[in-house]
């Protein structure tokens, strides 16, 4: 009786998970912010930066929910920079969210949202920089996009720190 029970305790642990699993991905597919950062994935993404090379490979998780990236500033010089992010599914706030370490110092969190055809990311420092930022996308084709890294203070577009033009190999 006793082994009964715990089994049943285990397939109903399960059975939340799985439940709770199924509404995150069910959100997330209806976000539109989050259908646009789905775009992401698939090829190399690349762009300049301060006249050197910065290239982006963006895939599914195993969960088939999450994004992960991976981002190297200065590819190919003995000072690539690696930079680790994921887009997830936020259920309290109900929103697709950003998650960014930037090597072993800074790590970032904020969430998305869509302002017209334009996807907004609004996130700040968890860890090292002190800053506040937003950062816009514009998709220019199936395979480029436009973006722009503003001052953030607030949660508001400030001063454009630095603007970026990539574009995606398949």
């Not at 195993?62 to 997830?88: A, C, K, L, W």
């Amino acid at each position: 009786m006793k082994s009964f029970l715990k089994v049943l305790l285990v397939c109903g642990a399960v059975g939340v998970f799985v439940s709770a699993f199924a509404d995150n991905a069910s959100d997330a597919a209806k976000d539109p912010a989050y259908m646009q950062m789905k775009r992401l994935v698939g090829g190399t993404w690349r762009t300049k930066l301060g006249g050197g090379g910065v290239q982006s490979k963006w895939t599914m998780g195993p969960d088939g929910v999450t994004i992960i990236g991976e981002t190297i500033i200065g590819v190919g010089t003995p000072n690539e920079y690696h930079m680790n992010s994921r887009f997830g599914w936020d259920p309290v706030a109900k929103q697709v969210y950003y998650l960014d370490a930037h090597g072993l110092d800074t790590v970032y969190f904020g969430h998305g949202s869509v302002d017209g055809n334009d996807t907004l990311l609004t996130f700040k420092a968890l860890v090292g920089d002190p800053g506040e930022f937003v950062f816009r996308t514009s998709y220019t084709g199936d395979d480029s996009y436009h973006a722009v890294l503003y001052d953030g203070t607030g949660g508001k577009q400030g001063k454009t720190i630095e603007t970026f033009d990539w574009v995606r190999s398949k």
